[in-house]
């Protein structure tokens, strides 16, 4: 069974960054690739950014590009959000997920259904 638990939410200020962790374990963290997605209250749950199983490849939604990057350690079993710029609209809770199947992941990594495991979220207050 594959745990993921994301870490460093935070209510912070318009124009702050943050960093949430996303530490993983129960099979090989390094083999699959893992995104973020975001749910604000009323709203779908929407992609946030993705990176491929080397992190090589990364994908971002139009809205946080240029603003956040999604990285990883494989070394440590960990994914990372660096968020950079926030603005109130940001305010939600993110979640990381891992991928089902490494090589669809280029065609699919916006589709939340292609993920198998789910954090817990974390919650991401920006005020303006």
């Known amino acids: 069974q594959v745990q993921l638990v994301e870490s460093g939410g935070g209510l912070v200020q318009a124009g702050d960054s943050l960093r949430l962790s996303c530490a993983a374990s129960g099979r090989t963290f390094s083999s699959y690739p893992i995104a973020w997605f975001r749910q604000a209250p009323g709203k779908e749950r929407e992609f946030v950014g993705a990176?491929?199983?080397?992190?090589?490849?990364?994908h971002y939604a139009d809205s946080v590009k240029d603003r956040f990057t999604v990285s990883r350690d494989n070394s440590k079993n960990t994914a990372y959000l660096q968020m950079n710029s926030l603005k109130p609209d940001d305010t939600a809770v993110y979640y990381c997920?891992?991928?089902?199947?490494?090589?669809?992941?280029?065609?699919?990594?916006?589709?939340?259904?292609?993920?198998?495991?789910w954090g817990q979220g974390a919650q991401v207050t920006v005020s303006s």
């Open positions: 997920a891992e991928h089902r199947n490494p090589l669809g992941f280029e065609l699919q990594y916006g589709d939340l259904y292609e993920y198998t495991y």
């Open positions: 990176i491929n199983w080397s992190g090589i490849s990364t």
